[in-house]
């Protein structure tokens, strides 16, 4: 753990959502669920393929759409059955029926995947202790990270949110920050925001002024060129004496 921060009792704490509170690892099994129960539906469709199908649309077509899904301008579930049609179609099959099937059993399936990080029930424990408010920073599509924060059974567990499909601003602009802390009526850098990615959440934060926690959980090497965070962890653990000083 490298220090760099103002050790006087926080303000406000601001978490990040993807991988850092949600461990995405598990999504990979919804897609392969899905692929399994086409199969059986349609004996024609082998389930390898589709998930060879899937992943080849998801390297190519996600990306073309990722910044109008993380700006509010489409969906998560209209992405989610523009995959699952393209998928199909990369497989002989332009039967739409079973595309919106497709989809509806998958955003089925992904709920299901969605699990917390085993350090973060810790990590609540510790902001409830020490009454530290907290709030939610998330680029995303309004009903995908909705979909999630419900999932999780979270939302109850935040004061504020900062959605960049909701609010049309993502991270690392520091506007998306702005949003919360103005509910929060907080600034500066006894706020903490955390997350697992250096150019949005540790760059961002760093933008608002604040005091950016990298969560680094898999030992990744910083190069020169990255954003520079205040605090580097491994586990949201380790900052449970920071909450409770």
Known sequence: MSLRLYVKRLHALLLDLDDTLLDGSFFSQSVARTCEELALLRPELEAKRLQEANHAVFSTYRP????????????????TLETWRRTLQ????????????????HLHFAWDSYQPFADVAGLFTAVRQARVPVA?????????QRNK???????SWFSAFSISGETGVAKPDKRAFIVVLKDLGVSGKRVWHVGDSLASDVAGANAAGLSSVWLNREGTVRSQNDAQPDL????LLELTPNLLR
Do not use: F, M, P
Request: hydrophobic share 45%; net charge negative; proline share 0%.
């Open 90 to 105: 990369a497989c002989g099959c332009n039967d739409e029926s079973l595309a919106q099937l497709a989809a509806k059993i």
């Open 232 to 235: 580097e962890i491994t586990s």
């Open 149 to 155: 924060i419900e999932a999780l059974g979270i939302a």
């Open 64 to 79: 073309e759409r990722l910044d109008a899904w993380t700006l509010g301008r489409l969906s998560g579930a209209d992405l």
């Open 136 to 144: 939610l920073v998330t680029n995303g599509a309004s009903d995908t």
